[in-house]
């Protein structure tokens, strides 16, 4: 194949002036396509074994667990994961289940431990490595923060500061006198 057959071929496809570049990138991808089906069916084939000397060489690989979600994997085994629509930030993407409103409202009222709003919501099953996960993972968190929030304003709780006292109320005189009119008082 050549740039003559290339320009035919990309103005076959609609292109009527195709640049220079664009033809060496179609002459690439077809040479790349022609190897491609020249390798036999045992090239291809990723070896089935893992050979010792690269578990040899990464031994720590092999002793920690990795840093990946334990509840993502959980979620999608169950079909439950959720992933928010539009563009995808940067990152580990937030882990989301249907059900994560239904537990941070069985929990709002501060009382109910995270196992029994599970079992309210019909949620069982969950290893204790999961059950830290959820505790740790940032989309209930923030949910569960909400509905505390929603809650108290409901029954009329305020959170009330410490009482403020004067600079000079610790321990000594709370009136702001000083040294030589509490000895004259």
């Not at 076959?12 to 002459?27: E, K």
């Not at 089935?48 to 979600?69: G, L």
Request: glycine share 6%.
């Amino acid at each position: 194949m050549n740039a003559s057959d290339a320009k035919a071929a990309l103005r076959a496809q609609g292109i009527r002036n195709p640049s220079p570049q664009l033809v060496s990138d179609w002459l690439r991808m077809q040479q790349s396509q022609e190897w491609a089906l020249e390798l036999p069916d045992s090239a291809q084939e990723a070896p089935s074994e893992p050979s010792t000397r690269s578990e040899a060489s990464h031994p720590s690989a092999v002793e920690h667990p990795s840093s990946k979600s334990s509840l993502a994997p959980l979620l999608r085994a169950r079909g439950e994961l959720q992933r928010p629509a539009g563009r995808r930030k940067a990152g580990r993407p937030r882990t989301v289940a249907p059900w994560f409103a239904c537990v941070a409202s069985a929990m709002s009222d501060g009382s109910t431990p995270l196992r029994a709003a599970l079992a309210r919501c019909g949620v069982h099953a969950l290893t204790q490595k999961e059950l830290r996960a959820l505790y740790r993972n940032t989309a209930l968190l923030a949910m569960r923060r909400e509905a505390r929030q929603k809650w108290e304003r409901e029954w009329g709780i305020r959170r009330r500061s410490r009482t403020a006292r004067p600079k000079g109320c610790r321990g000594g005189d709370c009136l702001g006198l000083s040294e030589e009119l509490r000895r004259i008082l």
